[in-house]
């Protein structure tokens, strides 16, 4: 079993930063990949970033040149997020695509989600 959880959720004024971190538990032995997703309130779900185990990454277009996704192992993966706007604010989630000890299928995860809320 793999478990997520997401840290680093604040309350920033525009223009400011926040890093994200999403912690993985369990027997992960490979990154099919990972990503982070927002939901704000009354708005659906949507992709902001997604990084492959290969290194490739993906950004939704209006956070372009503001997020960058990164991994520090398979189990931490980080959202720097800069130049932040009032539009950012949502609930960030991440999730996970992984290879288990003993299994050569690929599972998805989710986390619990953390708070962004950026106003002045």
């Known amino acids: 079993q793999v478990q997520l959880v997401e840290s680093g959720g604040d309350l920033v004024q525009p223009g400011g930063s926040l890093r994200l971190s999403c912690a993985a538990s369990?027997?992960?032995?490979?990154?099919?990949?990972i990503g982070w997703y927002r939901q704000a309130p009354g708005k659906e779900r949507e992709l902001v970033a997604s990084?492959?185990?290969?290194?490739?990454t993906k950004y939704l277009d209006s956070v372009k040149g503001r997020f960058t996704i990164s991994t520090d192992n398979t189990k931490t993966t980080n959202l720097q997020m800069n130049s932040l706007k009032p539009e950012d604010t949502a609930v960030y989630y991440c999730?996970?695509?992984?290879?288990?000890?003993?299994?050569?299928?690929?599972?998805?995860?989710w986390g619990q989600g953390t708070q962004v809320t950026v106003s002045s």
């Open positions: 369990g027997s992960i032995v490979s990154i099919n990949s």
């Open positions: 999730t996970g695509r992984f290879r288990v000890l003993g299994d050569f299928r690929i599972y998805g995860y």
């Open positions: 990084i492959t185990g290969d290194g490739i």
